[in-house]
């Protein structure tokens, strides 16, 4: 399946940060290792800061959307005999006392911060899926952008999510696939060469780049 795109619609683009949080990238965070060890590339942070570096000089709105929690995880508490899954149950997040909100684990990294008077909001989400916060889908209407740029983690639950969830609504998708993990071997780059350009186009973060700065 090969789709011919134009260039990344600058006016209409917003981009999507999800779990850019400390827990997940920094090396003082509990997740850390783990995340480090399914990057594509060693420097897969900087190629992120660099999309960020990009869309704050085009002037494209950015949301970090945050898997938080409050404290106990109340919101994880529901096994049903271990039939309700997901990522946070099955990663142990309650176990860890991972993202709790109001911890530094659970807030954004320092250099992605939302500026002030910019168009950069924070999120936070107990499910991996934006859509599923009351402030997301608003967000998108208010700032009138409708093709959602996707970088992050990850690829099989935050991503792939996003990247459905938007496709149902009618809102355009750009996964960077050099910005997002392989968090399952093959399995997480068969999504994005197979399944994920069924939902938008998946493109490397320097031709975004090149293409937005045109």
């Known amino acids: 399946m090969t789709t011919r795109f134009p260039g990344v619609p600058r006016d209409d683009v917003v981009l999507v940060l999800t779990h850019l949080q400390n827990e997940f990238w920094h090396p003082e965070g509990r997740g850390y290792a783990f995340t480090k ?18 869309c704050r000089a085009a002037g494209v709105p950015i949301i970090m959307h945050n898997e938080t ?21 099955v990663l142990q997040l ?12 659970a807030a954004t990294l320092e250099d992605l911060k939302p500026r002030p008077d910019a168009a950069e909001f924070e999120i936070d989400n107990a499910k ?26 990850a690829t099989n639950f935050g991503i792939e999510m996003t990247a459905r969830s938007a496709n149902e609504r009618d809102y355009g998708v750009v996964v960077l696939a050099d910005c997002v993990d392989r968090m399952l071997g093959d399995y997480s780059e068969m999504t994005l060469t197979t399944l994920l350009p069924y939902f938008g186009r998946v ?7 090149d293409e937005l700065a045109r």
């Open 203 to 209: 493109m490397e973060s320097a031709t975004f780049i």
């Open 128 to 153: 991996v899926d934006p859509f599923t916060c009351s402030e997301f889908e608003p967000l998108l209407r208010n700032l009138d952008r409708h093709v959602l740029v996707l970088a992050g983690l």
């Open 69 to 89: 929690f409050r404290p106990g995880h109340p919101e994880l508490a529901i096994r049903r005999g271990g039939y309700v899954r997901g990522s946070g149950r």
């Open 37 to 54: 060890d399914c990057l594509p590339h060693a420097d897969t942070l900087q190629r992120i800061l660099a999309v960020v570096a990009s």
């Open 94 to 105: 309650p176990e860890m006392n991972m993202a709790v909100r109001g911890t530094w684990g």
